[in-house]
């Protein structure tokens, strides 16, 4: 570290030209223990932990920390960790989304007003991983990911179970295929067997590859499971490659260009990513400065097949994946699709860690000669009730329904829905649309995971399976259906989804990227001098200052006042 002393940031807080300040940095600190030789010759390596019993996916993060204590050590780094905001997707309310950038905010904070050479991100479950990232690139530090692994495969009557997946089904399980309660019971604890986050390709496991596609980890890091011992390995050698990143000044903004996002998009198209992945990514752009956008994700992912087989797309789940290669395999295989010199954290390049990788189960990681699905990526729709974008997953809808035609049955309000949609008197049959208003980021507040919206009881009943849903709500990674998500801008802010009542027909198509309503402008237009925009949710706290600077779902979500960075210099002190 010799050579490299002068630039640590950490030694204006525990060697300063002024005695004075270095000793109360540096006595206090002591009441933990630490010899006075951590203070002066080592660079300090924060561990960001989003470790929570609320956030059941993160729960093993006190123990993951230890063993990226252990490769911080052994390199001549000091460790100190640090909690952040941890946003439990499956407790919080209204939804974890509404606090991604409350999170993100904390994690800026935390790292720039600290003595803080480098960092590690401890992350797992959803809104952890890009919330704690979008706030490391408005710092710039050298920084390095260790996602906390998937769960075991879930297993129930022999079968797999997808966490998520199966959830989502569940009012078809219990009406169509006469699942009992008893069942249902122990359907719980079957997909939930192990540490770890969602075990199927939803948001958290997408979020995983994310960051591995982005350069951010070392290879092979996102589908370990996370309690095979090799997690440990990672979180350890993680460690120790985070105090080198420190003295090669390998931040983020030298990782995260412009290629290193094209390749996020592309890699995220083979593996059949959630369409969470976009909102996040675009936030994490605008958080370093790389221009990105909507049509991006379509012009650059929807050319790619699907390559990996899992739910909620596929059959299988995250530890077939890790089994089979995990990501290394697919990053090989779309070699030709690929900026191959992006530049990773252990400081090779992306094509350089990945070549010569081996498939060991070609049914859950495809040939790109051979793909699972053609369709993949995120096809990105405009029209009408969707100006600035609205967005679609093929590969988890229904074939028959990219072209679609059908009579809206509107519900305003999430509350609206559950209230009138198994009324057996409700006018719906299978070709109608349903449109869910008011789930948008300002609308929800958040933008919550409600677009997926279960379909009528009286038609599950029949036996239909999919419709055609639309809002500008968000809908979880893991689950399906031909869902138009993210329309642009929402309802609640006057977007013209506002505008769309019973009976007006709808049309989708998907091929040509097209969304739209039935009605002319001078419609709309009258339509538009009667609405009336619904009331604020809150107007004090975090709330208030969420609706009031949200972005809308095309630009990523952020408040508008975090998008970019303020460096990691902070001139003054304490006293
Ligand atoms: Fe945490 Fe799915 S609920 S990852």
Redesign the pocket.
């Known amino acids: 570290m010799g050579k490299n002393k002068k630039k640590l940031r950490s030694k204006d807080w525990f060697a300063p030209k002024d005695e004075k300040m270095g000793f109360i940095h540096r006595s206090w600190m002591r009441n933990q223990g630490y010899p006075d030789d951590y203070f002066r010759d080592r660079p300090v390596i924060g561990i960001c932990n989003t470790w929570s019993e609320l956030?059941?996916?993160?729960g093993h993060f006190r123990e993951l920390a230890e063993f990226v204590k252990r490769g911080v050590l052994e390199a001549g780094g000091f460790p100190l960790e640090f909690p952040v905001t941890s946003t439990?997707?499956?407790m919080m309310r209204p939804t974890a989304m509404l606090f991604r950038n409350l999170a993100s905010m904390d994690t800026e904070e935390s790292i720039r007003a600290n003595p803080l050479d480098g960092v590690v991100l401890l992350t797992?479950?959803?809104k952890t991983t890009p919330a704690t990232l979008m706030g490391a690139c408005s710092v710039d530090l050298p920084t390095i990911v260790v996602p906390g692994g998937?769960m075991l495969n879930g297993k129930f009557k022999g079968e797999r179970i997808g966490?998520?997946t199966f959830f989502w089904s569940l009012k078809d399980k219990i009406h169509n295929e006469g699942f009992s309660p008893e069942e249902i019971l122990e359907a719980e604890i079957c997909s939930a067997r192990s540490a770890g986050?969602?075990m199927t390709m939803?948001?958290?496991?997408t979020m995983a590859c994310m960051v591995e596609a982005l350069g951010l980890t070392l290879p092979g890091a996102a589908a370990i499971p996370a309690v095979d011992s090799r997690k440990k390995v990672l979180a350890h050698l993680s460690g120790r490659r985070i105090v080198e990143m420190v003295s090669e000044n390998l931040t983020l903004s030298k990782i995260l260009t412009r290629e290193a996002f094209e390749n996020a998009i592309k890699i995220n198209a083979a593996v059949g990513g959630s369409t969470n992945f976009i909102i996040h990514l675009l936030a994490i752009a605008g958080r370093i400065g790389v221009k990105l956008n909507l049509k991006d994700f379509d012009d650059l992912g929807s050319s790619i097949p699907l390559l990996v087989n899992l739910m909620p797309s596929g059959k299988y789940l995250m530890e077939d994946f890790f089994d089979a290669g995990g990501l290394p395999v697919v990053i090989q295989e779309m070699t030709k699709h690929l900026h191959n010199d992006a530049i990773t954290a252990n400081g090779r390049t992306i094509g350089e860690n990945n070549i010569g990788v081996e498939c060991y189960d070609p049914d859950v990681i495809a040939k790109i000669g051979e793909p699972f699905k053609d369709e993949a990526g995120i096809a990105v729709l405009f029209g009408n009730i969707c100006k600035d974008g609205a967005v679609i997953k093929p590969s988890a809808a229904s074939k028959e329904l990219m072209v679609h035609e059908g009579r809206a049955v509107v519900f305003e309000t999430v509350e609206d829905y559950h209230e009138s949609i198994d009324d057996p008197d409700l006018e719906i049959d299978e070709n109608c649309v349903i449109v869910l208003k008011g789930a948008g980021p300002v609308g929800y507040p958040g933008m919550a995971e409600v677009g997926n919206v279960d379909l009528p009881e009286k038609l599950l009943k029949k036996g239909v399976k999919d419709m055609v849903r639309i809002s500008d709500a968000r809908m979880?990674?893991?689950a399906f259906g031909t869902v138009i998500l993210h329309i642009s801008p929402e309802s609640s802010i006057g977007g013209n989804l506002a505008l769309v009542e019973n009976g007006d027909k709808i049309f989708l198509d998907v091929p040509n990227r097209k969304l739209h309503v039935d009605i002319d402008d001078s419609e709309l237009a009258r339509r538009r001098k009667k609405w009336v925009a619904p009331k604020v949710h809150s107007d004090r706290g975090y709330v208030s200052l969420y609706t009031r600077t949200v972005q809308q779902a095309h630009l990523g979500a952020d408040l508008d006042f975090l998008v970019g960075s303020s460096g990691s210099e902070v001139k003054r002190d304490v006293h």
């Open positions: 956030t059941p996916c993160n439990g997707e499956t797992g479950c959803d998937p966490s998520g986050h969602c939803g948001t958290a496991s979880s990674g893991t």
